[in-house]
């Protein structure tokens, strides 16, 4: 099991930045991606961002590609996601996810359906 907690929103006003920290503890072993989603009201979530599980690929929506940054500190257990340049449409509830890597299987890192854990989540508003 994985556990996962974020931390670091709030609200920001536009072209402003912002780091959201997720805490993970991983409880049993296995290959992980990571991944941070967003919900916006009324609308589904959306994929952001997500690394692979080797940490050699990192993948990002259109929408947040030069501006949003993701890393991580495998020796905190720590995933990070910087956000700069903010727009009001960034306005939304970001959440880390984690997804079991099945040997042999394919992984679609930009579907909310492949993770099977979830933090609580953080709301980032953008005012204009």
């Known amino acids: 099991q994985v556990q996962l907690v974020e931390s670091g929103g709030g609200l920001v006003k536009a072209g402003d930045s912002l780091r959201l920290s997720c805490a993970v503890s991983?409880?049993?072993?296995?290959?992980?991606?990571m991944g941070w989603f967003r919900q916006a009201p009324g609308k589904e979530r959306e994929f952001v961002t997500a690394i692979s599980w080797s940490g050699a690929t990192i993948y990002y929506a259109d929408s947040v590609k030069g501006r949003f940054t993701f890393s991580r500190d495998n020796g905190k257990n720590m995933v990070f996601l910087q956000m700069n340049s903010l727009k009001p449409e960034d306005t939304a509830v970001y959440y880390c996810?984690?997804?079991?890597?099945?040997?042999?299987?394919?992984?679609?890192?930009?579907?909310?359906?492949?993770?099977?854990?979830w933090g609580q989540g953080t709301q980032v508003t953008v005012s204009s």
């Open positions: 996810a984690a997804g079991t890597i099945q040997p042999m299987g394919v992984f679609r890192y930009d579907n909310y359906l492949e993770y099977d854990y």
């Open positions: 991983r409880r049993t072993a296995g290959n992980y991606a």
